[in-house]
């Protein structure tokens, strides 16, 4: 998984608490994203980021934020969980903004 | 914004046929398409890919080929394997616009049977 960590790999929390999921790189690469993958939907794009502290926002990125404070660790919050955020999540990096290179993914279930 | 529509979103072949999977984009400025395979539990894993500059690619038993009027794209796996048993994905993006994000189709679920 090209130097690509997630934890946690699973996680059930309860609607309305917060949750954050890491990722974590060792490649140094610029680029890191998060993604939501949901039966009927693919691979949808969350939040992106470009660099420490320089992020911006996906498709869906509405209920989430992120945070950058180092190259190789990139954020994921749900402020306040609910059921719709049910999901796996996958973190994605990128050298130059072309090839993308795929985490294991995190199980997330909002009960 | 771009839409990516993938077909078939299933696909059963005998071990050693051919196996297609297209894709067709709609945003012209799309100059970038790779293609992800899926294992149960696994994350995407990139298998190929192909520039908008470029109308085939080969590596092994796989290619990919580009039609830019068409707007479409397919991946062509040759002397399938059960071990080709997986999702696969297709996408696309604009290379150096909106830091390199990509759009996936919904993907498809391929079956080699032994």
């Known amino acids: 998984d090209a130097g690509i960590t997630q934890s946690p790999r699973h996680k059930v929390t309860e609607t309305g608490t917060p949750v954050t999921l890491r990722c974590h790189q060792t490649?140094?690469?610029?680029?890191m994203y998060w993604y939501r993958q949901d039966p009927g939907h693919g691979l949808r794009l969350i939040h992106y980021s470009y660099g420490v502290k320089d992020t911006d926002k996906g498709e869906v990125s509405d209920g989430y934020s992120v945070s950058r404070s180092k190259t190789e660790d990139f954020l994921l919050t749900l402020e306040s969980a609910t059921s719709s955020q049910t999901s796996v999540y996958f973190c994605a990096i990128s050298e130059g903004a072309v090839e993308q290179y795929f985490g294991p993914g995190t199980r997330l279930t909002v009960t | 914004g771009e839409n990516v529509e993938q077909h078939p979103s299933t696909l059963s072949v005998q071990e050693g046929d051919s196996a297609v999977i297209k894709c067709t984009y709609s945003?012209?400025?799309?100059?970038?398409f790779p293609w992800y395979k899926q294992e149960l539990g696994k994350g995407p894993q990139l298998i190929i890919d192909i520039r908008s500059n470029v109308g085939e690619k080969k590596d092994q038993r796989i290619a990919v080929t580009l039609n830019k009027t068409a707007k479409h794209f397919s991946l062509h796996i040759t002397e399938t394997q059960p071990e080709d048993s997986a999702v696969y994905f297709c996408a696309a993006s604009t290379r150096g616009g909106s830091q390199g994000n990509l759009i996936f189709g919904k993907g498809t679920k391929l079956s080699v049977k032994p």
């Open positions: 490649e140094n690469h610029r680029y």
């Open positions: 945003d012209s400025a799309s100059n970038y």
